[in-house]
């Protein structure tokens, strides 16, 4: 079949959860005899948006097109995109693929499903977070609290604001912005919004005002009635399903946890050491590690270390705020990005993983690749994770907010590493192969296209 999937990013410039599965699938669905397309957001600040690059990787054919929202003005543009709209056509156009795999249309357009049912192309969506619900993708407000969803007392309005009731933009100030967007780097466009929002964290700041409650109760509105031209709503975990179902969704959302490919049973062990904790993904406020640093900091024992590993660069004000909290605690390393095909590397080098969202998270690849690799995961108590996680069977659970419950956890792991022996490791919680889970995709692919 000729297989087109639908994404937010991929590898090499993009390596979150999403980017990274999608990777994977494509991968996967070329060695399994598929021809591969993969129609993709591109982030690149050297590069006018709208850029498509068209290239072969691998067998597979890879469409990035470059969207940093670099000159939008109104806060419908972060989500209805006609430009790129016009892009997907078009290379809907020429591929003609039998079926289509959305993943995420996040810096896309919320359109794109519209766009594939009008050239009569059979497609499935994966809801892999909470992107058609909520702006800020994860369900969690500007108070730093979880958000029950637009459909459930979350006002979105005040939320993207700030918690402030703030003028929106007359339209006569949408040419003047637009230039002022064009001539000032996005650098110093975060230092301004700093200024005049000193509430919010830059990194936490939406791309642009909403000018309306109204806005949002269409962004909804398009979001769901372009999602349900699916015809299949795919969820990774319970808990995603049930907040989908509890905003408007309809109940037949089905819970497909995504794949994992199994380490290698050759690969060599760790060699020993310090015990190390370690914690992965990028270096931004809601993975929780200014609270992971400072329950660390408080553990006496000195033959422990912490590694984080993910991008730095995202967020240098939280990057900033933790080199402070660290405050030349030798103990804690930071050690970049990894690529996806290193990880068992980085699995072999800690003895246990530790996961300090403070947002809910709605899958969890790393907690799954770690108790594969026979790491205990730490977690907070929060989201899908206590769909992986079985507080004292595989791991450990705790609350986000109490950091003194993560510091207790992990003194008592540094002064007896043996509780982690006792652990039964991969625990006692279903985790798909990718080989199970792209036997599945696959049996969808092929009822689309006999239909």
């Known amino acids: 079949m000729k297989i087109l999937l639908v994404a937010n990013g991929m590898p090499p410039s993009a390596f979150g959860g999403v980017e990274t599965y999608t990777s994977d699938l494509a991968r996967a669905l070329h060695q399994a005899g598929h021809t591969v397309s993969v129609f993709c957001r591109e982030s690149d600040f050297s590069a006018p948006d709208y850029t498509v690059r068209d290239e072969i990787e691998e067998g597979k054919r890879l469409i990035r097109v470059v969207n940093d929202y670099k000159q939008i003005v109104s806060f419908r543009e972060t989500f209805l995109d ?70 459930q007392g979350g006002d979105c309005y005040i939320c993207t604001r700030g918690g402030a009731e703030q003028p929106g933009l007359p339209p006569a100030q949408s040419a003047p912005l637009r230039l002022f967007k064009r001539l000032v780097p ?12 000193p509430r919010q964290e830059a990194s936490r ?95 006496r024992q000195a033959d422990v270390r912490l590694h984080i590993y993910g991008r730095q660069d995202i967020a240098p004000a939280y990057m900033e705020r933790l080199t ?19 990880r068992s590397q980085v699995y072999r080098q800690i003895d246990a993983l530790v996961i300090p969202s403070i947002v809910p998270e709605t899958f969890s690849l790393v907690a799954r690749e770690a108790l594969l690799h026979h790491k205990p995961v730490i977690a907070s108590r929060l989201g899908a994770l206590g769909e992986v996680v079985s507080d004292r069977q595989n791991g450990f659970l705790f609350s986000s907010n109490d950091p003194d419950e993560l510091t207790r956890i992990l003194s008592s792991i540094a002064a007896d ?30 009822h689309l296209h006999d239909r």
């Open 324 to 342: 402070k909290l660290i405050d030349q605690d030798e103990r804690i390393r930071f050690m970049g990005p990894f690529p996806p095909d290193q």
């Open 82 to 151: 006609p430009h790129i709209e016009q892009i997907f056509q078009a290379a809907l156009e020429e591929i003609r693929p039998d079926v289509i795999h959305f993943q995420h249309l996040i810096a896309l357009s919320a359109r794109l499903p519209d766009v594939a049912a009008a050239q009569n192309i059979p497609f499935i969506t994966t809801l892999h977070d909470f992107w058609a619900l909520c702006q800020r993708i994860n369900l969690f407000d500007w108070r730093d609290t979880v958000c029950p969803g637009p459909q």
């Open 417 to 446: 590493p043996e509780t982690l022996q006792a652990l039964k490791l991969p625990g006692p919680f279903l985790i798909y192969s990718f080989t199970d889970h792209l036997q599945k995709l696959e049996e969808l692919y092929s």
């Open 205 to 299: 700041q939406p791309p642009a005002l909403a000018s309306s409650r109204q806005v949002f109760e269409e962004r909804y509105a398009v979001f769901k009635r372009s999602l349900l031209l699916s015809a299949g709503l795919l969820a990774p975990s319970a808990y995603v399903r049930e907040q989908y179902i509890a905003n408007g969704y309809p109940q037949e959302i089905a819970v497909l946890p995504l794949g994992i490919n199994p380490p290698d049973p050759t690969e060599p062990a760790s060699t020993g050491g310090p015990l190390v904790f370690g914690a992965i993904g990028s270096v931004i406020p809601i993975k929780g590690f200014d609270r992971l640093i400072q329950a660390f900091r408080a553990v």
């Open 186 to 197: 996005p650098a110093g466009r975060r230092r301004i919004r700093g200024w005049f929002f």
